[in-house]
């Protein structure tokens, strides 16, 4: 797994699609596929899918989705992946991620809450 931050006038910055192109490249890898399986099965040019690999193009949320679905991984997956690795990258600590998401408001009605806890339970 590899981090690319590049530097911009002297300060570090994180590429997001580098990132995104390091996860989708490692999923395929682990499940032993070539990227011409994959950009076949996903309707993506082949080039096209190597650039993104490599952090060279940036892909559409409709092209990220049918190369979720070509790998057959959950697109939330990925993004999550792709967010776990920024987050190292950007030195957040899990504790302080956990307090940026305890400033998100509940928007969900109480009564559907509680009717989803009494289902789960």
Request: glycine share 8%.
């Amino acid at each position: 797994m590899l981090m690319h931050p590049a530097t911009v006038k002297g300060e570090t910055m994180v590429l997001v699609r580098q990132e995104i192109g390091d996860v989708l490249r490692d999923v395929r890898l682990r499940q032993g596929r070539t990227l011409r399986q994959v950009a076949s099965r996903a309707s993506v040019a082949l080039g096209y899918l190597s650039e993104v690999e490599r952090g060279q193009k940036e892909a559409s949320s409709e092209i990220l989705a049918s190369v979720a679905d070509a790998l057959e991984v959950p697109l939330s997956k990925i993004l999550r992946e792709v967010g776990d690795r920024l987050a190292v990258l950007e030195g957040l600590s899990y504790g302080e991620l956990d307090s940026i998401g305890s400033t998100v408001p509940d928007t969900l009605p109480d009564e559907l809450v509680a009717e989803f806890d009494a289902a789960v339970r």
